[in-house]
């Protein structure tokens, strides 16, 4: 591999992380709101049907 090729593959790591950060950010409050969701719909479940 060439040097040119690493530092054009760094760049485009670097590009995507930073896109994949921004995404994970908008979708982290819809990520906690699921989890809620779903740990309460378990714990409703856990209650009432042992």
């Known amino acids: 591999m060439t040097r040119e090729n690493w530092q054009r593959l760094r ?3 670097l590009f995507k992380l930073c896109v994949t950060d921004r995404q994970l950010r908008q979708l982290w409050p819809a ?13 409703v479940r856990y209650f009432f049907f042992t």
């Open 31 to 43: 990520a906690a709101l699921i989890a809620l969701i779903l740990f309460l719909v378990t714990a």
């Open 11 to 13: 760049n485009l790591s």
